[in-house]
Nanobody, 119 residues
Framework: QVQFVESGGGLVQTGGSLRLSCAAS????????FGWYRQAPGKQRELVAA???????NYKDSVKGRFTVSRDNAKNTVALQMNSLLPEDTAVYYC?????????????WGQGTQVTVSS
């Protein structure tokens, strides 16, 4: 089963940038569709960005134009470039592979990486 290790989070001011990285173990990385999810305190986990095996991307409306998801099949990694960060982006960010049009996360969750945006 694919396992994930997220990194790259931190504390930034409003308007700052961070680049998150997700290292995935296991074989056949290139056939999976991956998503970045986040969970803020007291809220449900939600999809932020997704990328298919063919490179098609989808984004939550509130991050369009600010976040960019990418993948490197040779390195088994998925990245999330986050620019123009806002306090409402504060959350723990996770990656996972998903199935279906509703981006249902299917693998085991990693520890996530904390992103905190100060106002």
């Amino acid at each position: 089963q694919v396992q994930f290790v997220e990194s790259g989070g931190g504390l930034v001011q409003t308007g700052g940038s961070l680049r998150l990285s997700c290292a995935a173990s296991g074989s056949a990385f290139n056939i999976y569709d991956f998503g970045w999810y986040r969970q803020a305190p007291g809220k449900q986990r939600e999809l932020v960005a997704a990328i298919t095996s063919g490179g098609t991307t989808n984004y939550k409306d509130s991050v369009k134009g600010r976040f960019t998801v990418s993948r490197d099949n040779a390195k088994n990694t998925v990245a999330l470039q986050m620019n123009s960060l806002l306090p409402e982006d504060t959350a723990v960010y996770y990656c996972n592979y998903y199935v279906g049009a509703r981006f249902k996360p299917t693998g085991s969750w990693g520890q996530g990486t904390q992103v905190t945006v100060s106002s």
